[in-house]
């Protein structure tokens, strides 16, 4: 684990979970900890009711302190970092913002989003100047398309940009409560920012999911304040993050292969499965952890009640037992279901999202830019649980 948590090792991390994955699909470590790398065991883990997510109970128990710092505050009040019922509470408000009725009539706005980050890049890159994608074009899409659905401001995204990646921190495996201390003035910062946002919608209600959250609240008062905020403050880090470090990597990877890049210009229609692919082969989300609820013997191997278990699902991904070459980046690759998007009760609410918002930008990007290349080596950030580049250098003439 040392060398998958060093700087070099998330640099890339697929060698050394085939390393892991050499010394089975679930792996006890000193009684304390299971790491699963298997595909079919991540997926049934996902769907394992007696396998609990981070909830405050859980973080009792192993992360002694936590009720100290304000970003663990606030993630246990979302929906990700919650069991049942509470779990299945915040779900049920939240999830018909985010069915495929409601996703669908969101394509016209994500189309006109796409169209100005796509010149917005073409302007920066004029005259042979360097673009950084992640900033310029991901992070900017990204946050344009859940911005607008949640009403925030197109003057306040940019800014929340560093906000959100301290929050990710968080994340990471910890040695040292300090390590928490970034994402604690992150998240402060932008609850604060929430309850702003609510208030200015509770006076004057708009069109946005904020408006439409605050109102069904006040009816029916299912969910607190706090709640709230914190749900809103998930959808924003999720809906920012993840899909940030999904369109950097399509790009990536499609300019790494010309014949690849040229047929997302040719066929609309591929996009669908480049996606797919790209969320297989390197996704933005490498491990989620669950806890044990009860004993169990997990595929031969005995789990403790209590013990923690990371599901390495960048591993799963790439399990030769359920993917032929594994390792061969291939858009037309049949059968092709990732676990990038997690399973089970907790499947993100925004995947659909997601998978249209990069499937509709990066082949216009691609098409619009037919010159574009990359301007030296691409780097990823120092994190192993929320994988991204830190910058995508291109140039695009």
């Not at 997926?43 to 973080?59: F, G, H, I, K, Y």
């Not at 993100?348 to 990359?374: D, H, I, K, N, Y």
């Amino acid at each position: 684990m040392g060398r998958l948590l060093s700087y070099e090792g998330k640099q890339n991390p697929y060698p050394l979970y085939e390393e892991m994955r050499a010394h089975g699909p679930v792996v006890a470590v000193g009684g304390t900890h299971v790491f699963v790398t298997g595909y079919e065991e991540c997926a049934r883990a996902l769907r394992t009711p007696d396998l609990l997510s981070t909830d405050a109970v859980v973080q009792d128990a192993k992360l002694p302190g936590w009720r100290e710092h304000s970003s663990w505050l606030w993630l246990t009040r979302n929906m990700l970092f919650s069991n049942d019922p509470n779990h299945e509470r915040y779900r049920r408000f939240f999830s018909s913002a985010f069915s495929a009725r409601s996703v669908a009539a969101f394509r016209p706005m994500v189309e006109r989003r796409a169209h100005d980050v796509v010149r917005h890049v073409q302007d920066l890159g004029a005259d042979g100047r360097t673009v950084d994608l992640v900033p310029e074009f991901s992070f900017r899409l990204a946050t344009g398309v859940i911005g607008e659905l949640l009403g925030i401001p197109d003057e306040d995204q940019p800014g929340l940009r560093e906000l959100v990646g301290d929050i990710t921190l968080a994340l990471e495996p910890i040695g040292d409560m300090r390590q928490l201390l970034p994402g604690d003035a992150a998240m402060d910062r932008l609850a604060e920012y929430f309850h702003a946002l609510v208030a200015r919608r509770r006076v004057a209600p708009g069109t946005d999911l904020t408006s439409e959250f605050v109102r069904i609240r006040d009816a029916g008062e299912e969910l607190t304040e706090q709640e709230l905020v914190g749900n809103l403050m998930l959808l924003l880090v999720a809906a920012a993050e993840a899909p940030q470090d999904l369109l950097s990597n399509m790009v990536r990877l499609a300019l790494e292969r010309a014949e690849e890049a040229e047929r997302l210009r040719k066929d609309p229609e591929a996009a669908a499965g480049f996606v797919d692919e790209a969320l297989r082969f390197d996704p933005a989300v490498q491990a989620l952890n669950r806890v044990a609820a009860r004993d169990l013997d997990y595929f031969g191997v005995q789990v403790a009640e209590g013990t923690a278990l990371t599901l390495l699902i960048a591993a799963g991904n790439r399990d030769p037992r359920r993917f032929d070459a594994p390792g061969v980046f291939d858009p037309r690759r049949p059968d092709n279901q990732p676990l990038t998007f997690s399973g089970g009760a907790h499947y993100c609410l925004g995947a659909a999202l997601a998978r249209m918002s990069a499937e509709t930008v990066v082949s216009r990007l691609l098409t619009e830019l037919p010159g574009m290349s990359l301007a030296g080596r691409p780097t990823f950030r120092d994190q192993i649980v929320q994988r991204g580049h830190d910058r995508l250098l291109v140039t695009t003439v």
